[in-house]
């Protein structure tokens, strides 16, 4: 039975819903119950309004495509918008919240002429975990009710905890795309949303509020991810001593013995987060299984241990790239009830993108704007980017549950406990296969420096190629307050434990790279992917305080042997002496950029401690 206004007994959540009806003007309200029946009619609405496309090739799958200027975030409009300038810090953007409101209310006046407005009650992590937090979400997509609902849990089960406790918290999220319908208009297939100038996406760190307006993509529109799950909760982290972080969460198992161990890893986009979270071990006796794939929250157990949840419920990733070599765990989670975004249509109604490991079948092809092309005759990207058949950002939704390497306790309310936390970035040369931090703030210090080197291929500005570009935990964009304060949270969730309880922080780097060695594919050193298991077995055992470890400046290292080459390729096998050295030049580089071009962007909000572990380091190097 569907939901009405008159079903929401929560009073706060009731006027401020009522306030947003005055404010957006929708032509209809509908409270979303999140029933199947419910998922089928709005998915309806999108295919009769030209927006989805049914795929005949999968089950209960939809192809979206938007429209160019709406392909991905836009960080350039997205505003932490604190009392105080200084609180945003120097990597968010800030308008002051009174100017930005005002800007912002009176786009939102009379914005959903002609739409329906949904009401989505969300919970972000398992329904009753103490770590999970609730949100309600009010927009005028459909596209985002749908991917809410499989990226959350959502619907009737968080409207009755709203309804048996008048004082439960929840984050408002509102949401438009900016596109009224005025005089029977109609979207006539044509995505809607609003030019860049008038997109914003915005946090009020103070109020735990989020208002968006103008995209009805991805991290700018479905509100519970990057907003609620990084930004807000970032700062309900800072605030209530817990971690809100931009990582993925695995279960790595020794199967000799059944022993577990939990990791978490943070990553820049476009390094594997995805991959690594979902890997197949290529050495026998490990299994990988996926708890998430971008988002972990941690929280002190009365142990002393932390322990994550997922706050999310399914992946919303990166397609291009995605094939049965790189990833078939997840191809196989997007095989049916998925929503795609931005792929290529092929003639027997099956999706398809650059890297999937196969041409397409058939004579044509319609690409991510809509237009029919010969089909390629590989899966290769082109020179031109603008010939992609699927956008570089193109997406797959697909609920977590579907992954065949999902752990079965990837719901435990009450988390898992974290053994691991590896950081780890692109970079070709310096930064070794693997090293361990000697201690938690040591750990911090490799999580602030984490970054990726610039190639030509991300920039048009020849002087940037060779440069780090940092990202800091890889939560640059992510961080709802000042990013020196957040290092300084990290120190102090050290002091909350002791070291024999923390988890033990790694930086890896699959990245490394010898242009000059053509055995080498692509000229990467380390093959990555499934192998990665062989530096996850040497992390597992030094959890363990395993003798498997060298000193060196940098931190401990694997000792000769420790890392299993059993059926590694004899090219990788010579290369990995060279990944597993300390550079002493390059490092001393590094500690020159890091004092001189990174640290300084922090000023009196940078902790002391990390430049007293960047002087050690100096120390260290030059012994
Ligand atoms: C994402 C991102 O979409 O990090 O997960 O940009
Ligand atoms: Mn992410």
Redesign the pocket.
Same mark, same amino acid.
């Given at each position: 039975m569907s939901l009405t206004i008159e079903d929401i007994k929560h009073p706060k959540i009731k006027a401020w819903v009522e306030e947003c009806i005055k404010m957006c003007e929708p032509d209809n309200v509908v409270v979303v119950d999140g029933s199947k029946e419910e998922y089928d009619r709005l998915m309806k609405k999108c295919v009769d309004a030209g927006l989805a496309t049914p795929l005949k090739a999968k089950e209960n799958c939809f192809l979206f495509r938007s429209l160019p200027s709406d392909v991905a975030?836009v960080e350039s409009r997205t505003f932490i918008s604190s009392v105080k300038e200084d609180d945003a810090g120097p990597t968010n953007h800030w308008i002051d919240p009174k100017e930005l409101k005002a800007t912002m209310k009176g786009l939102y006046k009379g914005c959903m002429h002609g739409r329906t407005m949904y009401v989505q009650a969300f919970c972000m992590g398992p329904l009753g975990s103490p770590i999970s937090k609730n949100g309600v979400e009010v927009t005028d997509s459909e596209y985002v009710v749908l991917n809410m609902d499989i990226m959350t849990r959502a619907g009737k089960k968080v409207w009755d905890i709203f309804n048996a406790d008048p004082n439960a918290e929840f984050v408002p999220c509102l949401h438009s795309v900016g596109k009224p319908l005025n005089n029977g208009e109609k979207d006539n297939g044509i995505w809607p949303c609003a030019d860049v100038e008038h997109k914003y996406i915005s946090q009020f760190p103070e109020e735990h509020l989020i208002w968006s307006y103008g995209s009805g993509y !991805? !991290?700018n529109a479905l509100l519970g991810k990057?907003c609620f799950a990084l930004r807000i909760a970032t700062v309900l982290a800072r605030d209530e001593g817990w971690l809100a972080e931009?990582m993925l969460i695995l279960k790595l198992t020794r199967e000799s013995d059944g022993e577990v161990k939990y990791v978490t890893g943070a990553f820049p986009?476009a390094c594997g987060k995805t991959n690594l979270a979902m890997l197949i071990p290529t050495i026998p006796g490990w299994k990988v299984e996926t708890i998430g794939d971008?988002i972990a929250w941690m929280k002190f157990g009365k142990d002393g241990r932390l322990y994550a949840i997922n706050p999310e419920a399914g992946f919303?990733g990166?397609a291009p790239g995605t094939s049965e070599q790189s990833n078939k765990n997840a191809l196989i989670s997007a095989e049916k009830n998925t929503i795609y975004t931005n792929c290529g249509l092929t003639e027997d109604g099956d999706i398809w993108w650059e890297g999937i490991g196969y041409a397409p079948k058939g004579k044509e092809i319609v690409d991510w704007h809509g237009n029919k092309k010969p089909c390629p005759a590989n899966d290769k990207n082109p020179k031109d980017k603008a010939e992609c058949i699927a956008h570089p950002n193109a997406r797959f939704t697909a609920p977590a549950g579907q992954c065949p390497c999902i752990a079965s306790n990837w719901e435990d309310p009450n988390g898992v406990p974290i053994s691991a936390i590896l950081f780890g970035g692109r970079r070709p040369s310096t930064v070794p296969l693997v090293h361990q931090a000697r201690s938690w703030n040591h750990g911090v210090f490799l999580g602030s420096i984490v970054g990726s080197e610039i190639t030509a291929a991300s920039t048009i500005n020849a002087d940037e190629v060779g440069k780090i570009r940092r990202d800091p935990f890889a939560i640059i964009?992510f961080c709802g307050y000042n990013m020196g304060d957040y290092f300084k949270h990290w120190i102090d969730i050290g002091k909350a434990s002791t070291e024999d309880k923390l988890p033990k922080i790694f930086y890896v780097n699959w990245f490394r790279k010898d242009e000059n060695n053509k055995d080498l594919p692509g000229g990467f050193m380390w093959p990555g992917y499934g192998d990665n298991s062989r530096v996850l077995a040497w992390i597992f055992d030094r959890c363990d305080g395993k003798d498997n470890f060298v000193e060196t400046p940098i931190g401990f290292m694997p000792k000769e042997g420790a890392i299993n080459t059993d059926g590694l390729a004899d090219y990788y096998k010579k290369t990995l002496p060279e990944i597993l050295k300390v550079d002493t030049e390059g490092w001393l580089k590094e500690v020159k950029d890091i004092r001189e071009n990174h640290y300084p962007k922090f000023g009196k909000h940078l902790p002391k401690e990390l430049n007293e572990i960047l002087d050690d380091l100096e120390k260290r190097l030059k012994a």
């Open positions: 975030r !991805g !991290g990057k931009h986009s971008d919303f990166v964009p």
